[in-house]
């Protein structure tokens, strides 16, 4: 198992409620990255730490199968000063498990959660704290891109 413990640090960014069911959180999850972009959220965010951008899944009602909340936003220095209309989290310290998307996206992404919703063990390992994923510099790289997903599981 690819094991990491990830250090406190806060994100700023725009949000919305999901579910996997009925593939609702495919369109929903489309609309916020295409909000994202076309209003160049990420310059709207003080205190940012650097140009990485975070996807952040969190305040599960149950599990992966059950109602959860997506943020799309950037690392920050701190959660004063959060513009109207984004929301800031605080991941807190916690185990995770790594997992790295490679290839053409957002379809790597895709094939990453879609491995990590049948993986049976591993589910019932999952915290349901926040997940997240990192788009770094090399998310840019087309068929070569790669994007970092991490996965709170139980201490």
């Known amino acids: 198992m690819n094991r990491h413990i990830i250090h406190k640090f806060y994100v700023i960014g725009i949000s919305t409620r999901t579910t996997n069911e009925n593939g609702q959180s495919a369109v929903d999850i489309e609309a916020l990255w295409t909000k994202f972009w076309n209003e160049d959220i990420q310059k709207q965010i003080p205190n ?16 992966f ?15 004063e000063n959060i513009p109207e209309g984004f929301v800031g989290i605080t991941i807190e310290d916690a185990a995770y498990q790594k997992f790295v998307s490679k290839g053409k996206m957002p379809e790597a992404v895709v094939n990453t959660w879609m491995g990590i919703w049948q993986n049976k063990t591993l589910n019932q390992n999952r915290a349901y704290k926040a997940d997240f994923t990192i788009h770094g510099k090399k998310y840019y790289d087309g068929d070569q891109a790669e994007v970092e997903t991490f996965i709170s599981v139980k201490e």
């Open 65 to 79: 199968t059950g109602p959860y909340t997506t943020i799309i936003g950037l690392s920050v220095s701190s959660l």
């Open 48 to 63: 940012k730490v650097n140009d990485n951008i975070y996807a952040v899944y969190t305040d599960y009602e149950t599990d």
